[in-house]
């Protein structure tokens, strides 16, 4: 007789871990709350579903223990997820990078090869099933639904996601069903989200993309940088450099603290190069008022916050200027400051920061050291990655780490 594994949560963990368990000679049944199994996945990397990343490292991962996930990587890493989906039929789009796509370009791929898989390994997958309990009697499992229905397994491998985006299913009822099984809950609060700023001229510069550097600080330490498109919003701030610094961000928040966001807009130049590229610059345009004379430099709608900013006359004469006053427009340009005053909500994050306590759990095996025959899986546990493939990596990696050791008699 073979052990009989239930997977509460088709996401891309459930899914990946049936897969492993039912590889490995289990009889599983995925219990999945929505119509379909993998809402999320659809969503992922703008629909085109950012599976892994080739540059992948341990410090992408942050949790109280982020060194948890190196025995679940080290057994099924990068190349192991690239090669799993090569044989469903997905071929890696690999960027510079290191971020990989399938090439279809298409998040629905992904799902498709998964629900295929699925059903050729004859993994019994019923929708429509939202557990509410889970009952541990006698080294079996008891999983009642919510309108009624009730199952029994050997083995349950818990995999109902966090909490971002709750309209795909993972709405964070999860971690109850963890914390009745005796589990403790690391704080949750969003990760990869946007920050919220108060500054009175956020609206007049809503929609502004400029492509510079966003710093975090704290104490006058820059914790973390990052470069790419910095979105400015009618309630802070967005893009990718964002989102890398938003975990590390709300948890200093969080904690009582005041982190500062520095933005530079022309970060390809230092403040005192700038400011001599600037002086030669203005020499060509002596008559024109200052805020003529910093278009085709910056975006045009920056330019009276710029002014305002710096307590520059907007109208006032570039032979006016005042050496000062030149060093002013080429500080903010490079080094403009902003409290953070807090973050958008669950349905905008990207990953939950927090969740199943990983002391609880056993890294090599993804089993909880509480209750036998009981398996974590993908980001449920206190375990979220940087954006750019790693979150699905942790679900691919903790989740086939799961299964089959679920899977074993
Ligand atoms: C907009 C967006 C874009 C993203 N893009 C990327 C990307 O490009 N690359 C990347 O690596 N990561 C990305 N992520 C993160 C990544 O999608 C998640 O980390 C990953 O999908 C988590 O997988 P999971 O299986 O743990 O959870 P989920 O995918 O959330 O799956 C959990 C499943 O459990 C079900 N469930 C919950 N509770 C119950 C219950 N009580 N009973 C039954 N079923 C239940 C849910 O309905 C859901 O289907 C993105 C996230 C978002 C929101």
Known sequence: MSVKVIVVGGGAAGMISAISA?????????????????????????GRCNYTNKFLDVKNYHGKNFKFVYSPLSQFGVEETISFFEKLGIVPAIEDSGKVFPLSFQASSILDVLRYELDNL?????????????????????????????FSGDRVIL?????AMPSTGS??????????????IVDIFPGLVQLKLEENFLKSI??????????????NKILREDRGDILFTDYGISGPPILQLSRKALELLNNGKKPI????????????????????????????PIEIGLIGLINKRLIPVILKETKIDRLKNIANLSNEEIEKIAHILTDWRFEIKGSKSWSNAQVTAGGVDTREIESSTMESK???GLYFAGELVDIDGDCGGFNLQWAWSSGYIAGQNAGIK
Do not use: Q, W
């Open 370 to 372: 509480l209750v036998e």
């Open 261 to 288: 966001l520095k933005i530079s807009i022309l970060n390809s130049i230092d403040k005192n190069e700038l400011e001599e590229s600037l002086k030669i610059r203005f020499v060509y345009m002596p008559k024109k």
């Open 171 to 184: 709405d964070g009822n999860g971690y109850n069903l963890a914390k009745k099984l005796g589990h403790n």
């Open 122 to 150: 004859g993994i019994e997958t019923i929708c429509n099933a939202f557990v509410k309990d889970i009952e541990n009697k006698g080294g079996k499992f008891l999983i009642n639904l919510k309108y009624g229905r009730r």
């Open 206 to 219: 809503n929609g502004v993309k400029v492509l510079g550097t966003a710093y975090l600080i704290n104490k």
């Open 22 to 46: 039912k590889k490995n000679g289990a009889e599983v049944t995925i219990l999945e709350r929505n119509s379909r199994v993998g809402k999320k996945i659809l969503a992922t990397g703008n």
């Open 159 to 163: 995999a109902t996601g966090g909490k």
